[in-house]
C-alpha cells in the first residue's frame, strides 16, 4: 500500500500563490514512476471534485475546467513527490486537497491538507 502524505496546505488572500506537495512512500512491488498520479478537492458540503492528473513520466496533465490556466501539476519521480503551483487562488479553491496514487486497481489517498482561501 503506497503511502499519502499532502502538506502545505494554508490560509491564502485571493489572487495569491501556493504548491502544496504530495510524498509518497511504502512502495513495494512498484515504484512512484509506475503509478498515474491525481489531485482532488473536497469542499466544505461538497462531493470530492477532481483537480487535476499527471502521467507516470509527467509528461502529460489535465486539468478541471475550475481551475485550467491557474493551477500546474508536476512531479519530481527521483523525491517520490508530486506538486500542485495553485495561482490566482480565488475564494472558491478553498478546501481539502488529496493527493491519489493510481496503478490498475490499485489507488491510495492521502490524508488531505487545508487550503483556505480568504479575505
Known amino acids: 500500500q503506497v503511502h499519502l502524505v499532502e502538506s502545505g496546505g494554508v490560509v491564502v488572500h485571493p489572487g495569491g500563490s501556493l504548491t502544496p506537495s504530495c510524498a509518497a512512500s511504502?512502495?513495494?512491488?512498484?515504484?512512484?514512476?509506475?503509478?498515474?498520479m491525481n489531485w482532488y478537492r473536497q469542499a466544505p458540503g461538497r462531493q470530492r471534485e477532481f483537480v487535476a492528473a499527471i502521467t507516470r513520466a509527467g509528461d502529460n496533465t489535465i486539468y478541471g475546467d475550475s481551475v485550467k490556466g491557474r493551477f500546474t501539476i508536476y512531479r519530481d519521480n527521483a523525491k517520490n513527490e508530486m506538486y500542485l503551483q495553485m495561482n490566482s487562488l480565488k475564494l472558491e479553491d478553498t478546501g481539502v486537497y488529496y493527493c491519489?496514487?493510481?496503478?490498475?486497481?490499485?489507488?491510495?489517498w492521502g490524508q488531505g491538507t487545508q487550503v483556505t482561501v480568504s479575505s
Open positions: 491519489n496514487a493510481v496503478r490498475g486497481s490499485r489507488r491510495s
Open positions: 511504502g512502495f513495494t512491488d512498484f515504484t512512484f514512476s509506475d503509478y498515474a
